[in-house]
RNA sequence: GGAAAUGUAGCUUAAUUUGGUUAAAGCGUCGACCUGUCACGUCGAAGACCGCGGGUUCAAGUCCCGUUUUUUCCGCCA
């Protein structure tokens, strides 16, 4: 038997007990006449002491000359500190070895094994099951086990089945880029892996299975971000005989339990806004509502008084910056500069002072009076004290822009807090959107979301116009869900196809399977997915999902520690009829 | 595809602005000492062709060009 007790539960209830400890060196301190170690599991840390009056010499010899993470088991007897350590729930106790055998060495380890590690991310990741081993880590991993099997039981207990789709389906150009693989036994073709089990939760819908769910491995070949990997897990849930207003209900339960469960956070409100509102008002489909600092759009007050950055553009648009009006000119032209930097792209920033003492100061003093910028303030509903920032130019762009500046006030504001949590359905969203560069329409969800169905007449005369049953659940400014009412009617999915520029022998080719089935009884069904690193992260207060996952790829989506991908050899890649035009390293 | 930041002992960083002797510190490692440590302490030692390649110069960690690593962002992510 490796052990009686783990390193976390020993206390002065197990006085003078004989027990078996295994686990990892965390630390020797070696004071000559004594030593102590610090014994580690995933439970916690034992103290072990190694006397020289009171251990046998073979034993303290072997005690000497333990390394960190070398991983032992003991024998010995449970005994009171002298002194007492109250920052480790094994604070009161030790134990006093009497037999020692070392399970395995380690070389010494190349950053420290501690919660504030001296190493970088690059080492950290490369050698990831040492990090594990550090209790920042440890506690991601375990807080997502949490959230994960509270998410099962919520999902259980209403009624979902979990059922497991496949990961080698069909390549669609539709979406994301498709991991591919490619078939041995089908020379010249290629297996695709899912970007999402989309189609096949349809079928399960119309397979009768009434309610879904699957917390599943989805994947997508696009480049990668802080919060964003090639590989990720959904949850993902389909639902039958529902209406839009069901799903919403149905998960606002599961993100409220989830909440409750795991954050102890009892009853908020999860707010809806249109989709046309909240780029209106946020400037985003992802506003994060945490904080304030609306838009305010000025056409009317600011257009046609001679100032040529507002005139003739289709928008000027304003925020009101809490306490802003204390801002420095340095600050402000920090602001500036901000904005102005290519990855935003504004030409420049409007600002407006409104002073403590009611007194107006602005960048555009020459072109507006007083009377003018009081009425901006009304209009903004900004107080004393603030700061108005105002960008023009043409709609989408500069709402873009706004939007950005809005999180990054709200960043030097500290208005996001990572303890308060506001979800917000986002709704309404538009069917289709146009793509300048392939001169079509593409789904702005899927193309299989159903249109409103009051808006169905549309598709044929301004498909632009037409707005879906399709939802997102926003939480503090991320996308961590979202979902559709699907089309059931073969004949619509078939209008759809055509509007997103399928041929009929394309459609059949890639989604005959679904046509088909549609034609056998398929019954009104609906869903949604979350993306579950990025849930996990968000409750846990966190920005990046790489710690909320074991092994997680880097930027370039590599394993640094497998070091994958990697190139095939000669025989494997003949074996699959595959010829590379690199040359092999 | 684009932008920015970044790479110096095992690790984390300094010296780069203004080119100039032997590249500095903390942690870690190793050795010695230490009668209750727990961020143990004291003393000592080893440890770096400054990411890679080229250039300018009497002289390059420092300046220039190229390349590459990692991170963050834009594009992309139905």
């Not at 289709?314 to 801002?327: F, K």
């Not at 930097?341 to 420049?348: D, E, F, N």
């Not at 996308?479 to 055509?498: A, P, V």
């Not at 790829?553 to 520690?561: A, E, I, L, Q």
Request: with cysteine; aromatic share 10%; proline share 4%.
């Amino acid at each position: 038997m490796y052990r009686t007790h783990n390193c976390g539960e020993l206390s002065l209830r197990n006085l003078n007990n004989s027990v078996t400890l295994s686990g990892w060196v965390q630390k020797s301190r070696d004071k000559g006449f004594i030593i102590w170690v610090d014994l580690r599991d995933r439970y916690g840390i034992t103290q072990l002491v190694f006397d020289e009056k009171r251990t046998e010499k073979e034993v303290y010899k072997i005690a000497q000359n333990l390394g960190r993470e070398f991983v032992v088991q003991i024998k010995g007897t449970v005994i009171e500190r002298e002194s007492k350590n109250s920052n480790i729930d094994t604070g009161d106790i030790e134990v006093l070895v009497e037999k020692l055998t070392i399970l395995n060495k380690a070389k010494t380890p190349p950053f420290t094994i501690e919660n504030q590690t001296d190493g970088g991310e690059e080492l950290r990741m490369q050698y990831r099951y040492l990090d594990i081993r550090r209790n920042p880590v440890k506690e991601k991993l375990l807080f997502r086990s949490q959230v994960s099997m509270a998410i099962r039981n919520y999902l259980t207990d209403e009624g979902f089945i979990d059922v497991e789709t496949p990961y080698l389906i069909k390549s669609t150009p539709e979406g994301a880029r498709d991991f591919v693989v490619p078939s041995r036994m089908n020379e010249g073709q290629f297996y695709a892996l899912p970007q999402s089990p989309q189609t096949f939760k349809q079928l399960l819908m119309i397979g009768g299975m009434d309610k879904y769910f699957q917390i599943v491995k989805c994947f997508r070949d696009e480049d990668l971000r802080a919060d964003r990997q090639p590989e990720f897990t959904q949850i993902d849930c389909e639902m039958t005989f529902v209406e839009q207003e069901d799903i919403l209900t149905q998960f606002e339960g599961l993100i409220q339990s989830l909440l409750e469960k795991i954050k102890g956070i009892k009853k908020i409100p999860f707010p809806r806004i249109s989709y046309d509102d909240a780029i209106k008002k946020y400037g985003s489909d992802k506003p994060d509502i945490r904080f304030n600092m609306t838009f305010c759009e000025l056409n009317d007050l600011a257009q046609g008084k001679g100032f040529g950055v507002f005139d003739d553009q289709e928008l000027v648009v304003a925020i009101s910056v809490p306490g802003g009006a204390s801002y420095s000119r340095r600050e402000i032209d920090g602001l500036i500069d901000w904005v102005k930097r290519p990855q935003i792209g504004a030409k420049g920033l409007i600002w407006v002072k409104y002073n403590e003492d009611g007194t107006f100061k602005s960048s555009v003093d020459k072109f507006f009076n007083a009377a003018d910028l009081s009425a901006w303030a009304t209009f903004c509903n900004s107080k004393e004290g603030d700061l108005i920032l105002v960008l023009s130019g043409e709609a989408k762009t500069t709402r873009t822009q706004l939007s950005a500046l809005r999180m990054e006030l709200a960043d030097r504001l500290k208005l996001r807090d990572p303890n308060v949590f506001a979800p917000l359905w986002v709704t309404d969203f538009p069917l289709l959107e146009w793509d300048e560069q392939s001169k079509r329409y593409h789904a702005m969800h899927h193309p299989f979301t159903a249109p409103k169905p009051e808006h169905l007449e549309l598709l044929k005369t301004n498909p632009a116009a037409v707005k879906a049953n399709a939802y997102d659940l926003v939480l503090n400014g991320n996308e961590i869900g979202g979902g559709s009412i699907r089309i059931h009617d073969q004949g619509l999915q078939s209008e759809m196809f055509d509007l997103l520029g399928f041929s009929k022998e394309d459609a059949k080719k890639q989604f005959g399977f679904l046509m088909d089935a549609f034609q056998y009884g398929a019954p009104p069904h609906g869903g949604i997915a979350f993306g579950l690193d990025r849930l996990v992260a968000i409750l846990g207060g966190e920005e990046t999902i790489r710690d909320f996952i074991a092994f997680p790829k880097n930027n370039s989506g590599r394993d640094v520690m497998i070091n994958a991908p990697s190139s095939l050899d000669k025989n494997q890649l003949e074996e699959l009829a595959l010829k590379s035009n690199l040359p092999q390293t």
